[in-house]
C-alpha cells in the first residue's frame, strides 16, 4: 500500500467525532482507523533493541505473544561500541524487521540520561553523557527511518527513575535540563526529524511531560524544529484536553469512551478551539500517512545475516576492563574450564517492555566449546530460585573444576529480579553467592577471567582482587554469546569502551543523596554534576573511568593541532581537532579518540571537561592515520539562565584528546574572543560589579573625586561589602555615594554603553 493521505482533504470531511477519535489509539499497539475516508489503522510496537511486535491481541502489558525478532545488544551495551554506524547498520535491520511485520512506528531509542547507576531502566539508555548519547540516537534514527520505518525517541523528558515513575515530580534547573536532558533530543530532532517523540511519565517542575506545553510546544516544536507527532508513553495521559491544549497529539492506550468524548466536549463548549484540535489531527494522520508505506507488504528478512550482525555488535560492545599477565586472549587449544550459571542459562536482555522473543539463542558454553573443545563446566551458584542444589555443593563443584584447568572463564552477572523496568535497584552489588564463588575458585585457581552479564553498572571491589582479566559483556543480545567468545579467544579484538563510569562506591555518585527522592518529589540537586562531571568535580577516585576501555593491541596518539574558524559574534565558532592515531602493537584493533573541552574560567559553575567529540578508527599493526574531529560553538557554551540563551564567554579553553576522560596526554589552549555576557548596570548591581566594569569603575572614582567621600574605594572593604546592591549601600551614610550620586552615576553609564 503505497497511496498517501490527501491531509487537507481529509481535514475539511472528518467530523468532529472522527477527528476526536483521531487523537487516541483504537487499541494497545494501533491508531484509530476512519474507514469511510480510507484512513487505515497503523501499528506501533516497542522495539529499542530488538521488535515486540504483537499484531494480535496479547498480554499487551507485557511480556508475551510477540513475534520472534533479532535481539540486539541493549542500550547500554551498543553505546559502549562508540559507533554510530553500527548502530545505524542495527537500525537498518530492525526497519526490515519491522516492514515484515507490516509495522509502521518503533518505539525507540530511549536516550535518557543515566543520571543514577540504581535507575532500574538504564539497560534501555545509551549513557551518562549527552553529547555521546545524541550522536548514537542519530545514527539509530537515522538507520531505521532510511527504510521508511518510523521511530518514537523517548522519554521527553527527565524520566531516569522508575520509583514512582508515573506521579513522581522532577524537579531540576533550567540550566541543568538544557546542557543534560534535553541535548540529546535536541541533537536528533534538528539532524534526524524522528517521526515522533514520546513523553514521559513524570512530571517536570510541578507539571506532568503530557500537559507541559513548555516542553511540548516552546521548547521541541518552537525551539528544536520538532515537525512529528508527539505520542504519550503508555498511560501517561492523566488529563485529556490539559494534555491536548499543551502539545500532546496522540493517547496510548486509548482510553475509549472517555477521552475522545472530553474532546468533543471541549470543542463544543470553547475550551479547545477548533484549529488547535485541527492542528493535533493533522500531525497523526501526517504519521499514519507516513506509516501506510509498510502496510500490505510482503517482505521478509534474513534472520542469519540479523543474527550475525548482532554477533558483531555484541563483541563490539565488550568492554576488556583488565588484563594482567596478558592472561587475554586465551589461545585455541587453552585448558580452560567455565563456572557459573550464566555461562549455560544466559542473561541478555532486560526485563520489561523491551523484552523480545528472539530468534535463536547462543549459549556462551556451547560457543566457548567450538573454539576450546569440550570444556569442564560448573554453575556454582543458581539463578534465583532454579536448581535444589544447596549453595556449598555448588561451591565444592566450582572448587573441584576450576583445579582441572589452567584458566577459569568465570561468568557472573545480575539476575533479571536485580533490574527491571518498574522499580529501581537499591544496590550496586553482585550477588553474594557469586561473589563467594569466585573468591573460592581463585583460591584454587589465580588464572582467573570473569565475564559480567549486566545491564547497569556494578561495583567491582570483590572482584577485582580475584580476576586476572576483566570483561564487562553488558546484555548482549540473543548473540552475545558468540561474540563473547571471539573477544575470549582473539578472533576480535576488543575495542568497547565504557559509556558510563563505574564508581568504587554507590555513595560516590552525585545523585545518591537525591535518589529517588521521596514524597513524590525528586530533587536534581546536583545539577549538571552526573556522571564523569559529577566524580571530576569532586576529584573522586572511581573504579574505572568514562572512555575506558583496554585492547589486544597498543594506541599513541600525537600531534595534536587545534584549527578555529568562525567566530562568537556571527554564531558560527568552530574548531577542527586533529590527532594521528597509530597502532603500536602487533594486531589489529581499533581505537576511539575523545575530545573534551574545558573552560579554563568562567562566571558560571561548569564541569571540569565534557567530551564534545569522538572518532572510533581501525588500524592494522604499525599503521598510523591523522584523525579529524569537528567541534561547533556548542562544544564551548553554556545555558545562560540570564540572557535566555546559549552563550559563550571570552576567555581561554582547553582541548584535551585522547583515550578516556581521565586520559587525555594532549592538549591545546585556544583564545576564544566573545561579546561580554554582562547585564547592564543598574541601582541594584552590586558595588563590584560596578567596580569590575570599566566604565562603572571610572564613573565611581569620578564621583568620589568630585567631593564624595572615598571609603566605597577601599579596597579592604569592598572584600566586606561588595556583594551589596549600590541602592543598599546607598542608605548608609558615609559610604561614599548617596542615592542622588548613584542616580547620576547610573545614567551617565546607561548613556554611555547604549551609545557605544
Known amino acids: 500500500m503505497n497511496d498517501v493521505l490527501d491531509v487537507d482533504q481529509l481535514l475539511t470531511e472528518l467530523t468532529l467525532a472522527e477527528k476526536a477519535s483521531l487523537t487516541s489509539g483504537s487499541s494497545f499497539w494501533y491508531t484509530a482507523p476512519v474507514e469511510r475516508l480510507g484512513i487505515p489503522r497503523i501499528m506501533v510496537s516497542d522495539g529499542p533493541h530488538g521488535l515486540r511486535a504483537q499484531p494480535d491481541e496479547a498480554d499487551h502489558v507485557g511480556l508475551s505473544g510477540s ?301 566457548l566449546g567450538t573454539v576450546y573443545g569440550e570444556v569442564p563446566f560448573a554453575p556454582g551458584y543458581r539463578v534465583g530460585n532454579e536448581g535444589s542444589d544447596d549453595p556449598q555443593s555448588l561451591l565444592d563443584e566450582a572448587v573441584r573444576v576450576a583445579s582441572t584447568a589452567d584458566t577459569v572463564i568465570m561468568v557472573l552477572g545480575l539476575p533479571a529480579a536485580d533490574e527491571s523496568e518498574g522499580f529501581d535497584r537499591t544496590h550496586l552489588n553482585l550477588p553474594a553467592d557469586q561473589l563467594a564463588a569466585l573468591a573460592a575458585v581463585a583460591t584454587t585457581n589465580p588464572n582467573v577471567v570473569v565475564v559480567l552479564m549486566n545491564g547497569s553498572t556494578v561495583v567491582l571491589d570483590r572482584v577485582l582482587p580475584y580476576a586476572k582479566g576483566l570483561v564487562e559483556a553488558w546484555l548482549g543480545g540473543q548473540a552475545a554469546a558468540g561474540g563473547i567468545a571471539d573477544v575470549l579467544s582473539g578472533a576480535v579484538n576488543p575495542s568497547g569502551r565504557l559509556a558510563e563510569t563505574i564508581p568504587l562506591r554507590l555513595e560516590d555518585n552525585s545523585s545518591y543523596l537525591n535518589f529517588p527522592g521521596d514524597s513524590r518529589i525528586v530533587t536534581y540537586g546536583e545539577g549538571l554534576f552526573i556522571g564523569y562531571r559529577g566524580y571530576d568535580a569532586s576529584a573522586l577516585e572511581v573504579a574505572f573511568p568514562f572512555g575506558f576501555g583496554l585492547s589486544y593491541t597498543s594506541f599513541e596518539v600525537t600531534d595534536l593541532a587545534v584549527d578555529t574558524h568562525g567566530s562568537v559574534s556571527d554564531g558560527d565558532l568552530a574548531a577542527t581537532v586533529t590527532v594521528t592515531v597509530t597502532n603500536t602493537g602487533a594486531v589489529a584493533g581499533a581505537e576511539v579518540v575523545q575530545v573534551y573541552v574545558r573552560d579554563v574560567e568562567s562566571s558560571v559553575a561548569r564541569p571540569v571537561r565534557e567530551l564534545k567529540g569522538f572518532a572510533k578508527i581501525a588500524l592494522a599493526p604499525g599503521e598510523s592515520r591523522r584523525v579529524s574531529v569537528e567541534l561547533d560553538q556548542r562544544a564551548f557554551s553554556f545555558w545562560s539562565v540570564r540572557h535566555g540563551r546559549w552563550a559563550v564567554e571570552a576567555g581561554d579553553f582547553v582541548i584535551g584528546a585522547g583515550a578516556h576522560s581521565r586520559d587525555l596526554p594532549l592538549s591545546r589552549t585556544i583564545t576564544v574572543e566573545a561579546p561580554s555576557l554582562r547585564e547592564p548596570l543598574t541601582r541594584d548591581s552590586t558595588l563590584q560589579e560596578w567596580m569590575q566594569d570599566p566604565v562603572g569603575r571610572e564613573l565611581i572614582t569620578a564621583a568620589v573625586n568630585g567631593g564624595q567621600p572615598a571609603t566605597v574605594m577601599q579596597e579592604e572593604l569592598i572584600e566586606v561589602i561588595g556583594t551589596m546592591p549600590m541602592s543598599t549601600l546607598a542608605n548608609f551614610g558615609g559610604m561614599s555615594l548617596d542615592h542622588g550620586s548613584l542616580d547620576r552615576i547610573t545614567a551617565d553609564w546607561q548613556r554611555r554603553t547604549v551609545t557605544a
Not at 67 to 82: D, G, R, V
Not at 113 to 123: A, D, V
Open 67 to 367: 513475534l520472534p525478532a533479532t535481539c540486539f545488544p541493549t542500550a547500554s551495551a551498543i553505546a559502549s561500541a562508540w559507533n554510530p554506524g553500527l548502530v545505524h547498520r542495527i537500525g537498518q535491520a530492525l526497519a526490515q524487521e519491522a516492514r515484515a511485520a507490516n509495522l509502521s512506528v518503533i518505539l525507540g531509542p530511549g536516550i535518557n540520561m543515566k543520571r543514577s547507576p540504581l535507575c532500574g531502566r538504564n539497560f534501555e539508555y545509551f549513557s551518562e553523557d549527552p553529547f555521546l548519547t545524541g550522536e548514537l540516537a542519530v545514527g539509530i534514527v537515522d538507520g531505521i527511518q532510511s527504510r521508511g520505518v518510523g521511530t518514537s525517541v523517548k522519554h521527553y523528558a527527565a524520566n531516569n527513575q522508575e520509583t514512582d515513575r508515573l506521579r513522581v515530580d522532577a524537579r531540576v534547573d533550567e540550566r541543568t535540563l538544557r546542557e543534560i536532558y534535553l541535548p540529546a533530543f535536541e541533537r536528533v530532532v534538528k539532524a534526524s526529524q524522528p517521526w515522533s517523540v514520546m513523553c514521559s511519565y513524570n512530571k517536570v517542575n510541578g507539571q506532568s511531560a503530557s500537559e507541559n506545553s513548555w516542553l511540548l510546544s516552546t521548547v521541541l516544536r518552537e525551539e528544536f524544529g520538532f515537525q512529528g507527532l508527539v505520542v504519550s508513553d503508555w498511560g501517561a495521559v492523566y488529563h485529556r484536553v490539559p494534555a491536548l491544549l499543551a502539545g500532546l497529539d496522540l493517547e496510548m492506550p486509548p482510553a475509549l469512551g472517555r477521552s475522545p468524548e472530553q474532546i468533543i466536549a471541549a470543542v463544543e463548549d470553547g475550551s479547545v478551539p477548533l484549529d488547535v484540535l485541527d492542528t493535533r489531527v493533522r500531525t497523526v494522520l501526517e504519521l499514519v500517512s507516513k506509516g501506510m508505506g509498510v502496510l500490505g507488504l510482503e517482505e521478509s528478512f534474513d534472520r542469519d545475516a540479523h543474527h550475525a550482525l548482532a554477533r558483531q555488535a555484541a563483541a563490539e560492545s565488550v568492554v576488556l576492563l583488565k588484563n594482567d599477565d596478558g592472561i587475554l586472549p586465551l589461545a585455541t587449544g587453552a585448558a580452560v574450564a567455565v563456572i557459573g550459571e550464566f555461562a549455560r542459562t544466559p542473561r541478555y536482555q532486560g526485563a520489561g517492555s523491551s523484552q523480545v522473543v528472539p530468534t535463536r539463542l547462543d549459549v556462551l558454553l556451547d560457543e
